[in-house]
């Protein structure tokens, strides 16, 4: 019977699976310099990877998406909006524990007064925001548009996750039908879509949002089947 | 070859010069996929997201160093995430899912259809030079690969030392190896 050698039973092993953590972080630092053990890998992944035709596909949640594109895509235009938004939850997290229970007022301008901080560090350029907020505790969502860069952000800052659900964002307005969905979003999430001037902003800039708990996926209806957990509208944040 | 492993590469060298539409369209068709691989190696849905992130973060990034010649689309991705994921079920205690009944589900995969993601006369060789080990042997390699089963693990699952699974390990791959060069 044909036997592996030393570098083709540690490629093989490797591929397969079967190597403790530290075995497996020596071969992946080897990896880079040793070239018959690099070859070695790639064409075990290629004897191998078939055996991934027979399992069967599970779509993930749709939420994923959107954390994969912040942290990409998104990362070019908003890399220090990031970091912000990440100083910003500190402060939110601060001002929650000193605001646990007060009224909704109160947690509105403590949205109110995060994003001014926030967004004096930001290029100039008039904003808008939206404080989506429940009658307690801190301001879940914030809906913000950058008319500078004709961005409309939406960020979860304060919402609980919960478990099998997911918040989704609507869009209400008078000349619309029905609600209409603005997408998904997660803990910690930031949605960021294009709002180039014209009907479709102006709409935007009037109209009311609303968040509901839906199944995992977003609404399967196209309409909010939850309950709506945060309303609110737009206002300008800065001069 | 089929027609989805020319797309996924184009859409790779699309990728590779910073086209957002072509990620998502990539993401899109590949997702399900490489996240079933993850959840089935890590036995959790939570934890499959996360390397599924970072995976397919790491697709953006070097999606510029895929090669067609040396690697099929979803043999570079799986790799990609399957190495994330093995990386992190060996470096934590799996936990139980919340949801067993989903991830059982996932492993009585047998009579799955395929579904073209491969080269359809690879995924045929495999099987067959699969079906060529010893029956034990087969289920010990598929397990290893496709459930993340370390050698330890599997050593309790067929009561044998680890000396042996690597003993059976070693020559199963050897067998394979030379079947698939036949």
Redesign the interface.
């Known amino acids: 019977m044909t036997e592996l050698d030393d570098i083709d039973g540690l490629a093989a092993e490797y591929v397969l699976g079967t190597l403790d953590a530290a075995e497996r972080r020596t071969v992946a630092e080897r990896r880079a310099s040793d070239k018959a053990l690099e070859g070695a890998i790639v064409a075990w992944e290629r004897r191998l990877a078939p055996m991934i035709e027979n399992v069967r596909p599970m779509t993930p949640p749709p939420a994923l998406y959107n954390k994969i594109r912040a942290e990409i895509g998104l990362a070019q235009h908003i890399v220090s909006l990031k970091a912000r938004e990440r100083a910003l939850e500190r402060r939110a997290a601060r001002w929650r524990n000193a605001f646990v229970g007060v009224s909704a007022v109160a947690a509105a301008l403590v949205g109110v007064l995060g994003y001014r901080d926030y967004q004096a560090e930001m290029n100039p350029g008039t904003k808008y925001v939206a404080v989506l907020t429940a009658s307690k505790d801190m301001p879940p969502f914030l809906l913000m548009v950058d008319m500078k860069t004709s961005n409309c952000i939406i960020t979860a800052v304060g919402a609980a996750p919960v478990a099998n659900k997911i918040y989704e964002v609507w869009m209400l307005h008078d000349s619309l039908a029905k609600p209409k969905s603005m997408g998904v979003i997660g803990e910690g999430e930031m949605n960021v879509m294009p709002v180039e001037p014209g009907p479709d902003r102006d709409m935007l800039m009037n109209a009311s949002f609303a968040v509901s708990l839906e199944p995992m996926g977003g609404s399967p209806t196209g309409l909010p089947t939850g309950p709506v957990m945060y309303t609110g509208r737009l206002v300008k944040a800065t001069p | 070859m089929p027609p989805a492993t020319d797309k996924y590469a184009e859409l790779l060298a699309a990728v590779a010069k910073g086209q ?1 539409s072509a ?2 369209e990539l ?1 899109q068709a590949t ?3 490489l ?3 993850a ?3 890590l036995k959790s849905r939570e934890v ?2 996360e390397v ?2 970072e995976a ?2 790491k697709v ?2 070097k999606a510029g160093d895929f090669n067609p010649a ?3 689309p ?3 991705m ?2 990609i995430v ?2 994330r994921a ?2 992190e079920v ?2 934590r205690v799996p936990k139980a899912s919340a949801d067993e009944s ?1 991830l059982d ?2 492993e009585s ?2 009579e ?1 259809p ?2 073209g ?3 359809q006369e ?2 045929a ?3 067959r030079c ?1 079906e060529g080990l010893e029956p034990e042997k087969r289920q010990i ?2 397990l ?3 459930d ?5 693990a ?1 050593a309790k699952r067929f009561d044998r030392p680890e000396g042996t ?2 003993t059976w ?3 199963s ?6 079947c ?1 060069e036949q």
């Open positions: 957002e990620f998502a993401y997702s399900p996929k996240f079933a691989v959840v089935r190696i499959a997201e599924l992130q397919y973060v953006w990034e040396i690697a099929a979803m043999t570079w799986s790799a399957r190495n093995l990386d060996r470096r989903e589900n996932l995969d047998d799955h395929l579904v993601l491969e080269r690879d995924v060789r495999l099987m699969l390699v598929r290893a690969y496709l993340g089963m370390s050698r330890e599997l699974i690597k390990l070693h020559r791959l050897a067998q394979l190896k030379g698939l």
